[in-house]
């Protein structure tokens, strides 16, 4: 983000500058200033609110990184408390009466002991002055520096307009340095100030926290923090290693290698006795839960975080990895901290691992996690709709307690391993869950006809976690030695077949590999989702008012209903990358990897089980429990949780249909993914095509009549929704042209059969059929016609 200037923003608002750097003697300010020493020596001035920094490491780089201590409380918005801001080397330069802070370019380097050409590349590429202010006379020592931190060096007004909050803009007027919060230790030094930002309008979710949505304040926190001592060794990236990484240009290397050097991001961890042998620490990786975790939680976060011990322990360290309860004299301030923050929202959103690295090195400085608390409601309340059907209420209520403090434990080890550097593997569900860094579902299964949650999610770091560790830490005492242990661990990870895949090729719902997916479960995902069909039937037969919440009204059990009626959400995204899908790996180009689509009798078995949700019937919610879903109570209101309706406040059932008949269909139409089945059949006429994909889809829905009932009703909408997402294609501009003319041909003949089934339907089903061609028939024409405008939203999922 490019600095605001604050004289600037002072000259725009018609106010003279409050410095009082010139009107006070030096000697009168360090007299009467709060003093903080440490890293470097701050000097609050109280009676006009002014801060001074004594400027004792000119042209020595350190770390400038901005935080907030305490956050805006939105997920949308996403300023979480803790968070971490860009981490900027930097230094203090003088000129002449001036002092600047300059940020310093680490993208470009020369890594060579040759002065002239160090000199050539930094000439070649700038530097940022992000400050500039005047030494204080009779101190040439000391600056004043309010003017640098009363400034969204954080980028706050940047996010606010990002995610749709309007235009806010920093006000000077309402903005201060905290004296609580100006702090000196041994290795770095903060600031922390309130900063307001006033807006024109009020942002809708800036409103929803805030007293009053047109002035939101925050708590900033500046981190002046000292460069790491020499000693720790750079770690090369290996794309099979599991790693988080950072890069840069290094302009001294020879032209027949890499310009571009990557190295993982870890922590420094030295054994006692280097080499293979297992050894003492000379200093411990150590963790700090955030006291303000309540019990239970408070115990499943410290099991969960701890599991990394083995880890380590596996890996040759003893007592490498602790975890421990933030001591009461300790204050988290100290960058010397690793912390694990517990953090509320008014609404429920992601956790967080994120790291201040030295950006030379990828050295990791100081670990912050951020963990959601709604989180682990979200998954109680899972569990109270999957046993809602138990007669025995106990055990029911145990069960429930007992998986969402499971996923707790989980969630700590999660974000604490993303912290010590390691990426997202969204295939390690299809290794027998081999890694706390994929996202879990809960495991749920059917024993004697009834669900069992007993075992929902995996103890313990797995395999994988166990190699990620060993080949970003491992300590066997010499560059040789290492480099064969490393060689040796990729070579094990591929006898053992376990997968990697990250976060790149994951994510989006339309990604490719097959075996790389979130909250999915299962070595076969495909045949997962027969499982997860068969159960989420047997929970919504069992669903009922005891899935609410003590003194929770009856209208609120809608809300409950949705997770349940929704089950095979993410299974059903998992099983989608199968058609069209492709594995591959991230191993060296010497060994033989190579990429190839999924064989065709799997992508045929996967479309035959997105197929099956389809079902109209079984997209039906049962009259006995529509009939308890009333509608929302009193002052209680609909939320972004909740199903939405065409019927007004009832809830409405072929709306629920709708919605998750869109959610299969539009991930299989997806285009990219059609484009990926057009030319593997080109290449292999055995593989899957864009015509047999069509022609499944509309057998098991257009041509699926004779329905009775709710169930028919639910027929017609799922018949609405095949033709707008198949019309949504045709138009999109990804989709090739290959597939375009599938589409179009294979619509054309759907006509037909439209027509030929009007004329032998009875009134009813006959009116759907030519309301279905006379839509299908303008849609080709207009990709503004649509037989639904206006969707109903599918209430968020992720996270769990």
Known sequence: MKPHSLALAILLLGLPTLSVAATLPSTQIVKQSQVAKGFFNFYYEPSEGELYLEVSRLNQPFLLVTSLPEGVGSNDIGLDRGQLGQTRMVQFERQGPYIQLKQLNTQYRANTQDAAEKRAVEEAFADSVLWQGKLLEGKPDMVAISELVLNDLHGVSNVLQQTGQGNYRLDFTRSAILPAGVKSFEKNSDVDVQLTFKGDVAGEQVAKVTPDGTFMSVRMRYSFVELPEDGYQPRAYHPMSGYLSDEYRDYATDFSEPLVQRFILRHRLQKVNPGPAPSEVVKPIIYYLDPGVPEPIRSALLDGARWWESAFTQAGFINGFKVELLPQDADPQDIRYNMIQWVHRATRGWSYGAALTDPRTGEIIKGQVTLGSLRVRQDYLIA????????????????????????????????????????????????????????????????????????????????????????????????TAQQ??????????????????????????????????????????????????????????????????PREPLGELADAFVPIY????????????????????????????????????????????????????????????????????????????????????????????????????????????????????????????????????????????????????????????????????????????????????????????????????????????????????????????????????????SPI
């Open 384 to 479: 109270k709709g999957l046993t809602a059907g138990w007669k025995d209420r106990a055990a029911a209520e145990k069960a429930a307690n007992e998986l969402a403090l499971a996923r707790i434990r989980q969630l700590a080890a999660h974000e604490v391993g993303h912290t010590l550097g390691l990426d997202h593997n969204f295939a390690a569900s299809s290794n027998q869950d081999a890694s706390v860094m994929d996202y879990p579902h809960p495991k749920i299964q059917l024993k004697d006809k009834d669900i069992d949650i007993s075992a929902p999610y995996t103890v313990g770091v797995g395999p994988w976690d166990n190699f990620t560790i060993a080949f970003g830490y491992s300590d066997e005492g010499d560059v």
């Open 484 to 549: 064969a242990l490393q060689n040796q661990l990729l070579a094990e990870v591929a006898r053992k077949g376990l997968r990697y895949i990250g976060e790149t090729d994951s994510r989006q719902k339309d990604a490719s590999h097959a075996y790389a997916s979130l909250w999915d479960s299962g070595d076969d995902p495909i045949a997962q989702l027969v499982e997860l069909n068969k159960i989420r039937l047997k929970a919504i037969e069992g669903f009922s008012r005891t899935a609410l919440l």
């Open 566 to 797: 929704l089950l095979n959400r993410y299974q059903i995204e998992a099983v989608a990358k199968f058609i069209g899908g492709t594995d591959y790996n991230y191993q060296s180009a010497g060994d033989g990897s190579r990429w190839s689509y999924i064989a065709p009798p799997l992508q045929l078995s996967g479309l035959n089980a997105l197929l099956s949700t389809l079902d109209a019937a079984s997209l039906t919610v049962p009259s006995a429990l529509l009939e308890t879903l009333v509608p929302k109570a009193g002052n209680y209101q609909l939320t972004r949780e909740s199903f939405e309706s065409g019927l007004g406040v009832v809830n409405d059932p072929l709306g629920m249909a709708e919605v998750s008949a869109r959610h299969t269909i539009s991930l299989l139409l997806m285009p990219k993914r059609l484009n990926r089945v057009s030319q593997a059949s080109m290449v292999d006429n055995e593989q899957l095509s864009v015509e047999t994909l069509l022609n499944k889809l509309f057998a098991a829905t257009l041509y699926q009549e004779d329905k009775l009932g709710l169930v028919e009703g639910v027929w017609m909408r799922v018949n609405a929704v095949v033709i707008d997402e198949l019309l949504s294609t045709y138009h999109d501009p990804q989709t090739s042209a290959e597939v375009k003319a599938a589409i179009l041909e294979r619509a054309q003949f759907v006509l037909k059969q439209f027509k030929a089934k009007a004329n032998r339907a009875n009134a009813k089903v006959a009116a759907h059929y030519n309301w279905l061609e006379q839509g299908l028939t303008a849609g080709l024409l207009d990709a503004n016609k649509k037989l639904i405008p206006k969707p109903l939203s599918l209430p968020p999922g």
